[in-house]
């Protein structure tokens, strides 16, 4: 069965930092590209980053860049999303989603599996 599993969410201040995890099971890890997505309250949901799982190339939307850091451990079938520098406007349940293919998709399109998604608050 295949699984993603999203943690490390909760309440933050701005300015703060967090650190989401997306732990894989049930597909072969190395063959997939990893993203992450976000869902603002009445918006729609919107690709943030993803992590080619050929070399690692990571790749961001603009209003992430130099904020959020996607990196993956091989070893523990887990990506992560180091998040810094918070800002209210990052309030959204975050899900990470893999592609059928090692290279990143374009406009974060093509995601075979999802995650049940994490929630990430940032207060003001």
């Known amino acids: 069965e295949v699984q993603l599993v999203e943690s490390g969410g909760g309440l933050v201040q701005a300015g703060g930092s967090l650190r989401l995890s997306c732990a894989a099971s049930?597909?072969?890890?190395?063959?997939?590209?990893i993203g992450w997505f976000r869902q603002a309250p009445g918006k729609e949901r919107e690709g943030v980053a993803c992590?080619?799982?050929?070399?690692?190339?990571?790749y961001y939307t603009d209003s992430v860049k130099g904020r959020l850091t996607i990196s993956s451990d091989n070893a523990k079938n887990t990506v992560y999303l180091q998040m810094n520098s918070l800002k209210p406007e990052d309030t959204a349940v975050y899900y990470c989603?893999?592609?059928?293919?090692?290279?990143?998709?374009?406009?974060?399109?093509?995601?075979?599996?999802w995650g049940k998604g994490t929630l990430v608050t940032v207060s003001s």
């Open positions: 989603a893999a592609h059928g293919a090692p290279a990143c998709p374009a406009d974060y399109s093509g995601m075979d599996y």
């Open positions: 992590v080619s799982s050929t070399d690692g190339s990571a």
């Open positions: 049930g597909f072969t890890f190395d063959d997939y590209a």
